[in-house]
């Protein structure tokens, strides 16, 4: 029935309206957020039920819109934290989703124009590719990801050790299509009580196949949870200080510099002194912010010089290694033959005041720490020039560490969000995954859980500990089976002395073959809708010379026996 006949057009806009906030709050709930603190993750596998039901209802112009709200609306509530980074942040954010859903949602109509039967199915595969696809490039941005909504539900997630995030993700959105699909002709303005039930009831005797071989896909995903994971207490162990000094280190100049060195160097102290003795130490990301190589060697500024020196020197009596988030600054020559200085977010490690190692970040957080794009959209880098903007060079090498009797590697904040960088670690030999983080300036939980959720699926995925030093929260120990075994209180100047498991060897199946499986619904999409479309233009070629009609004018026909408005 359509909406707008038994209803008038306005009542369906409402519907349509409301099936989309609903949708978009369902999303926003199901990660951590405001309202509950590691979100409710049952909700995901629903979530999407209210989006997919208006692309069955809506027409394509329609789908064009609802998506552009949906994106906008979506993400303005789940990642609401940005503005606090940037007034421009949310809506940079929010814009960038506003488009990516403008687009995905006649696709998924797309779906169902030239898959009346299953398209649903369609859906879900072209689904699990657009998650996908959006992790990837300068814009990838791993947030939202709809298997990050399981992080705490550990028999659930363990598959992550196969498939990576993309396996839980493609098990979490396929009820929505699927629902989406039976409640497809259930018209809200007749009422609640005009038959949704038997509407359901009848998709599920008609599609009890694709039901079956996702109940046994569960079924599967279960039983491996409660089966696969590890018993490492038995498992050679390292003892991990990790330093939370809680303050956005960035803020304030020299003298801030200079407490917040205080406030690190007394909660390392006490890590040190307490029992057990960490065999290694971790301050965050860039907590140190005096340039350390850049004022030993050219020494621009002599106070900054005294700050670092005083650092060298406790360092120096140190018989454990330390590592520290620094800015990494160096001198090179530019191609107009001047001198400049670059700057690298890097990990430093030291033992016993000496640099012993040094990974520089790679993969840099679009637009805030890096813009490649100068030469082609000049205005943009200006802008964000004028706006204070931190450009960072990226780094050339996965860079692993020789620990104190295991090796390790360091991501640094933004960079454990990215399945494939903890895994090329991994398979390059490290044994402990160290995250450094700064979420500081977001002054949110519910976004330093976000972050942490995506951690979790790390240590999963690789079968690797994690380990997080963050400037704020949440500082963290977490098993290879994604066990979290010990946080420190999030917004308190704290330290954590975490007990992990030292895993060589062995690596797992995501590990070994990477992001295959998403990229495999990638390619079973792009292949489909192709097969699809040219099935379509083959049927109008068919009809039109059978019964001689012109094919716009046959098209314009086809399109006006959809429903929706």
């Not at 000049?378 to 090498?397: C, M, S, V």
Request: net charge positive.
């Amino acid at each position: 029935m359509n909406l707008a006949g038994s209803g008038g057009w306005f009542r369906g806009f409402l519907i349509h309206l409301a099936a989309v906030l609903l949708a978009s709050l369902l999303f926003a709930g199901s990660f951590p957020n405001l309202v509950v603190e590691k979100g409710i993750p049952l909700l995901a596998w629903i979530a999407y039920v209210p989006l997919f039901w208006v692309i069955h209802r809506a027409r394509v112009g329609a789908c064009v819109f609802w998506g552009a709200l949906y994106g906008y609306a979506a993400y303005g509530l789940f990642n609401y934290w940005l503005s606090v980074f940037h007034p421009l942040g949310g809506l940079i954010v929010g814009t960038i989703y506003l488009v990516y859903f403008t687009v995905l949602l006649p696709v998924l109509k797309l779906a169902l124009v030239l898959f009346p039967r299953r398209g649903y199915v369609v859906q879900w595969v072209i689904w699990i590719a657009y998650e996908y696809l959006r992790t990837q490039g300068f814009l990838g941005y791993s947030y939202g990801i709809t298997g990050y909504s399981q992080w705490t539900v550990m028999p659930v997630i363990q598959i992550a050790a196969v498939f990576g995030v993309w396996g839980v993700s493609a098990l979490v959105v396929f009820p929505s299509a699927f629902l989406a699909a039976a409640l497809s002709r259930f018209d809200p303005a007749a009422g609640f009580s005009a038959g949704w039930a038997a509407l359901v009831r009848d998709f599920f005797r008609r599609e009890r196949i694709a039901a079956v071989i996702w109940l046994a896909a569960l079924a599967g995903t279960l039983v491996y949870g409660f089966v696969s994971p590890v018993d490492y207490s038995r498992t050679d162990k390292a003892n991990i200080a990790l330093i939370q000094h809680n303050t956005d280190p960035w803020l304030g100049g020299l003298p801030q510099y200079r407490l917040n060195y205080r406030i690190l160097k007394r909660l390392s102290q006490e890590a040190l002194a307490a029992d057990p003795k960490p065999d290694l130490v971790v301050w965050s990301e860039t907590a140190f912010v005096p340039r350390i190589y850049w004022h030993t060697t050219y020494r621009t500024d002599p106070d900054s010089y005294v700050l670092v020196r005083e650092l060298l020197d406790f360092l120096k009596e140190q018989e454990v290694p330390f590592v520290l988030g620094n800015d990494d600054a160096r001198r090179r020559m530019s191609l107009s033959g001047q001198w400049e200085q670059i700057d690298y977010n890097a990990a430093i490690l030291y033992d016993r005041g000496v640099e012993t190692g040094i990974y520089r970040k790679l993969h840099l957080v679009p637009f805030t720490e890096g813009f490649p794009y100068e030469k082609q959209f000049p205005w943009i880098y200006q802008a964000l020039r004028n706006a204070d903007t931190h450009f960072w060079e990226k780094g050339e090498e996965a860079a692993v560490f020789d620990g104190p009797g295991f090796k390790f590697s360091t991501p640094i904040c933004f960079e454990d969000t990215f399945g494939y960088l903890s895994r090329e670690f991994v398979r390059k030999g490290a044994d402990i995954i160290v995250n450094l983080t700064n979420d500081a300036w977001s002054r949110s939980l519910p976004a330093q859980n976000q972050h942490l959720s995506m951690a979790v699926f790390r240590a999963v995925e690789n079968r690797r500990a994690m380990v997080r030093s963050t400037a704020s929260g949440q500082t963290c120990g977490i098993d290879p089976n994604g066990k979290v075994l010990a946080m420190a209180p999030p917004f308190t100047e704290a330290w954590l002395t975490v007990e992990v498991p030292i895993v060589t060897g062995r690596i797992s199946l995501y590990t070994r073959y990477g992001d295959i499986w998403p990229r495999l619904f990638l390619l079973a999409a792009g292949i489909i809708l192709l097969a699809g479309i040219g099935r379509g233009i083959l049927g109008v070629c068919c009809k039109c010379s059978v019964l001689g009609a012109k094919p716009l004018k046959l098209l314009t026909k086809i399109s006006n026996t959809e429903r929706g408005g």
